[in-house]
């Protein structure tokens, strides 16, 4: 993940969460992360991206996708989780990397209230830039109240690499 600000290195987790990366990468391999930007960072809780574009446009998107955040991952610092409405089954593009461990976040039953929010994978480099992402000045912009980094942050592009690579 290239963004205005460095890169972010990922690690996914198809064994655990195989619905979840399977959608990711759907949306990685069509380009539908490149330009859009982290619209939402609360600097002890998480940056969450993938679904507005620069003017603040929301990206369509495919179907939702079933929740998988009973998969024994955890919501800790620095793994990248699906966001999602208060329906449990509701995410589509939209992701966040957790700055802190969002323990309130994990699964803790099969309940509208208790499904949580599927980890799917891990920071493995670009920590750093996340933290850098995470120390900007938030304020309103576009239709968001709050939290939306002053200075934009853009995903200017995403990429799949193989272990080989």
Do not use: C
């Amino acid at each position: 993940m290239s963004t205005s600000h460095g890169d972010i290195r990922v690690e996914l987790d198809r064994e655990k969460a195989p619905e979840t990366v399977d959608n990711f990468l759907r949306y990685v391999e069509e380009g539908h992360y490149d330009g859009t930007i982290f619209h939402r960072v609360i600097s002890n809780f998480m940056i969450q991206g993938g679904g507005y574009t620069q003017d603040f446009q929301k990206k369509a998107t495919h179907e939702p996708i079933r929740n998988e955040a009973d998969n024994g991952l955890k919501n800790d610092r620095g793994t990248i989780a699906m966001a999602r409405t208060a329906d449990p089954h509701s995410a589509t593009a939209q992701f966040f990397i957790n700055v802190t461990n969002n323990d309130f976040l994990n699964h803790a039953a099969k309940t509208r209230r208790g499904w949580g929010y599927a980890v799917f994978g891990r920071v493995v480099e670009g920590m750093d830039t996340v933290d850098a992402i995470r120390s900007l000045p938030t304020g309103p912009q576009g239709p968001f109240p709050k939290d939306v980094p002053r200075e934009p942050v853009v995903i200017e592009s995403m990429e799949v690499v193989t272990p080989a690579d």
